[in-house]
């Protein structure tokens, strides 16, 4: 049976706990060793540690330090591991915790994180989902059912000195191209909110100086946000330092492509079942610089999918040259003023696009100007016809059900 390594109480705080940690850092001690074929098991903290509440109110979205996330289970030790080696990670299956059957996704307040949306939708709001075994339903969001592919958010293994260093320098020199945008265009160290394991004193004092914040996805993997992550997944890390050091948190129980409600997926605290393995020099023999998966066996078998097309012209009407981010945003809008006609309120539709298994697809980028890109919505995941007909649509959603909205205070 697999030995469960970390356990977390979701009655305390994260930062009571030693065996976890929210900054990436080369000198973050193991919270525990491993061999090569050893299977394991790491409890997780939501990536909020949980501040987000389980009720009817987007008030804890809205007033989130920010600084506080990810809180990562971990670093994992593994015996043998070095530099430029391959960690092979198995996720054998993935679950949510028993005391805590239920998930969130938010909007955050376009002072305080903002999202992919942020300009349409600038005011906190959240959505509660309860699990039903592999199911999710919203008290939130009616007339939406579908089978969770459940995944880790964020997984990676420790950056080296010089990796972390480049990282720190890099994003911020970026961040003095524009030092006053709102939301940040990325975020410093910060040590008042680093929690480093067991660290204390002098030694955590420089350790959250430099440690590199968890929000992007960086060469080792990190907060990459892969819905296809998920349980049966095999994933080749880069080693960067002896035992590797691997850690996770930020469980999804389902996320649509591109996370763009940022807040995220739906966002739980759950258990990673795992094993690991090396290969020894791999980095190099397979010229790898990011790390590669194999997806899993068994993913929810939507096959029926409604796909909206956006193309790199923005909201204003102004050209932009073969950007694909302004394309899916495109796509994701055009998303939403169609599912608006069944009766959603728009932040509904945003949330279901955020959550369900939508898929998105760079569809082509080589047609100056204009970048095309695609959003996939499973028709299967709703309880009524989505599809166009000559009928028109029918508004199934009356609106008497409405996500919780928090007004801006700052
Ligand atoms: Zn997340």
Redesign the pocket.
């Known amino acids: 049976m697999a030995e469960t390594l970390i356990k977390v109480d979701l009655t305390q705080s994260p930062t009571a706990n030693e065996m976890i940690h929210n900054r990436w850092h080369p000198d973050i001690p193991m919270a525990c060793w491993v061999k090569p074929g050893d299977e394991f098991i790491l409890e997780t903290f939501d990536?909020t540690g949980g501040f987000i509440k389980n009720n009817d109110s987007a008030d804890d979205v809205r007033d989130i330090d920010l600084s506080t996330v990810?809180y990562l289970s971990g670093p994992v030790g593994v015996k043998g591991a070095e530099p430029g080696d391959l960690l092979v990670v198995d996720l054998l299956d993935i679950g949510a915790k028993p005391d805590s059957l239920w998930g969130f996704n938010g909007f955050f307040s376009k002072k305080n994180g903002g999202g992919f949306l942020t300009d349409h939708f600038p005011l906190a709001q959240k959505s509660i989902w309860d699990f039903h075994g592999m199911f999710t339903t919203s008290r939130h969001v009616p007339g939406v059912q579908f089978a969770g592919l459940i995944h880790p958010?964020?997984i990676g293994c420790l950056p080296d000195k010089p990796m972390l260093d480049m990282w720190n320098k890099r994003e911020i020199d970026f961040i003095a191209t524009d030092p006053d945008r709102v939301p940040g265009l990325a975020n410093p160290p910060f040590a008042p909110t680093a929690h480093l394991g067991k660290l204390t004193g002098d030694a955590k004092a420089k350790v959250a100086a430099e440690g590199a914040r968890t929000v992007p996805p960086r060469e080792h993997g990190g907060?990459c946000?892969i819905k296809d992550l998920s349980r049966g997944s095999k994933i080749f890390f880069p080693v960067y330092v002896d035992g590797a050091g691997l850690s996770v948190g930020?469980?999804?129980f389902s996320?649509g492509d591109g996370?763009i409600t940022f807040?995220?997926?739906i966002?739980m605290a759950g258990w990673v079942h795992m094993r690991v393995n090396l290969i020894k020099g791999g980095m190099a023999k397979y010229g790898i610089k990011n790390p590669i998966f194999k997806p899993s066996p068994i993913t929810p078998t939507y096959n029926d999918y409604l796909i909206f097309e956006g193309i790199s012209v923005d909201e204003h009407g102004q050209q932009h040259y073969l950007d694909v981010h302004v394309a899916y945003r495109q796509a994701c809008l055009n998303a939403i003023e169609y599912l608006k006609k069944f009766g959603y309120s728009g932040a509904q539709a945003y949330s279901i696009l955020g959550t369900a298994p939508v898929q998105g697809h760079i569809s082509g980028v080589v047609d100056v100007p204009n970048a095309c890109a695609t959003l996939w919505i499973p028709t299967q995941i709703f309880d009524f016809d989505i599809n166009p007909s000559a009928a028109g649509p029918i508004k199934h959603i009356d609106g008497s059900i409405q996500m919780p909205l928090s007004p801006d205070l700052k």
């Open positions: 990536w990810h958010g964020l907060n946000d930020d469980l999804h996320q996370e807040c995220g997926a966002e």
